[in-house]
């Protein structure tokens, strides 16, 4: 599966952002997905997941209550809207795929990633 991130950008803190990730190849809802962000010099960490058909979702205690995974079989496409943003949050963040299961670290397909920038 090939995976296109788009929707990141510059934002004031407390503002909003809708990211989404289009999917392409091998059949989406065979896949559970996943955002991850890295921050400047840090190491890459777990944002959210969902499951094949969306009944089942996963987010990072950081997260937990302002961002929101969601996904669209038809549509092949996998989205994460971003609210009551921090500085903190400012990060490229990737969507990825897991052709292996439910798990925070069993992703194997990767997408290039869409910045997201928060000022204070």
């Known amino acids: 599966v090939q995976l296109q991130a788009s929707g990141g950008g510059l934002v004031q803190a407390g503002g909003s952002l809708g990211l989404s990730c289009a999917?392409?190849?091998r059949a989406f809802s065979s896949y559970v997905m996943?955002?991850?962000?890295?921050?400047?010099?840090?190491?890459?960490?777990?944002?959210?997941?969902?499951?094949?058909?969306?009944?089942r979702t996963d987010y990072a205690d950081s997260v937990?209550?302002?961002?929101?995974?969601?996904?669209?079989?038809?549509?092949?496409?996998?989205?994460?809207?971003?609210?009551?943003?921090?500085p903190e949050d400012t990060a490229v963040y990737y969507c990825a795929a897991s052709s292996t299961?439910?798990?925070?670290?069993?992703?194997?397909?990767?997408?290039?990633g869409t910045q997201v920038t928060v000022s204070s």
């Open 64 to 86: 937990l209550g302002r961002h929101t995974i969601s996904r669209d079989n038809a549509k092949s496409t996998l989205y994460l809207q971003v609210n009551s943003l921090k």
């Open 34 to 55: 996943g955002w991850f962000r890295q921050a400047p010099g840090k190491e890459r960490e777990f944002v959210a997941a969902i499951a094949w058909r969306g009944s």
């Open 23 to 25: 999917a392409s190849g």
């Open 101 to 112: 299961g439910w798990g925070r670290d069993t992703y194997d397909y990767w997408g290039q």
